[in-house]
């Protein structure tokens, strides 16, 4: 079955980090795009980061760059999101998503996990 | 960073009508514009890329049209299961950006 899994949210104080993942099954990993996307809640889309295939590119919203990094283990079909220096305004559920286009980056995404609820407050 | 408007607000609407969802764009995105549904306690789905084309296993009710700011997500026929939040998101340029959503209710 083609799926993704995110794991890792949880509840952290401001200032803290957290570890996201995302685990791919039912595709070739390796030739996809990846990207996560957060919903704070009650509100809309944000967009997080994106990485493509091989992991040599990389790119961050504003509002985490510097904070957070994205990274891919081909191997084990995961793709991560670490979180540092989180704040308040980080509480959100954080989806992974997958590029529609083999072997190639496009930015719109067919496939998208269930969503892992990261909750920041002291 | 590219500003993506959506409007209304909320759509209500009774089944069988005709759905006029509007994304206005900040500059200039060519074609390089998604459509998403999301509905309650679900993740977002595509159904529309490059302005036009319809995702695979996307009913044909669900139309895309525009170019350069002005985009437009048509369901010519509503149905009880649209109801959800469709978003649009621009991908011509980074950040990747999602309009604020519209919100479409049975009346």
């Known amino acids: 079955e083609v799926q993704l899994l995110e794991s890792g949210g949880g509840l952290v104080q401001p200032g803290g980090s957290l570890s996201l993942s995302c685990a791919a099954s039912?595709?070739?990993?390796?030739?996809?795009?990846m990207t996560w996307v957060r919903q704070a809640p009650g509100k809309g889309l944000e967009w997080v980061s994106a990485i493509t295939g091989s992991g040599s590119e990389t790119n961050y919203a504003d509002s985490v760059k510097g904070r957070f990094t994205i990274s891919r283990d081909n191997s084990k079909s995961t793709v991560y999101l670490q979180m540092n220096s989180l704040k308040v305004e980080d509480t959100a559920v954080y989806y992974c998503a997958k590029d529609w286009i083999v072997g190639a980056t496009n930015w719109y995404f067919d496939l998208w996990g269930r969503g892992t609820l990261v909750s920041i407050s002291s | 960073e590219i500003v993506l408007t959506q409007s209304p607000a909320t759509l209500s609407l009774s089944p069988g009508e005709r759905a006029t969802l509007s994304c206005t764009t900040s500059q200039n995105v060519l074609r390089y514009l998604a459509w998403y549904q999301q509905k309650p306690g679900q993740a977002p789905r595509l159904l529309i890329y490059?302005?036009?084309n319809r995702a695979a296993g996307i009913p044909a009710r669900f139309s895309g049209s525009g170019t350069g700011t002005d985009f437009t997500l048509t369901i010519s026929s509503l149905e009880p299961e649209d109801i959800a939040v469709y978003y649009c998101q621009q991908r011509i340029t980074w950040p990747l950006t999602f309009g604020g959503g519209t919100k479409v209710e049975i009346k």
């Open positions: 490059d302005a036009s």
């Open positions: 039912g595709f070739t990993f390796s030739d996809y795009a």
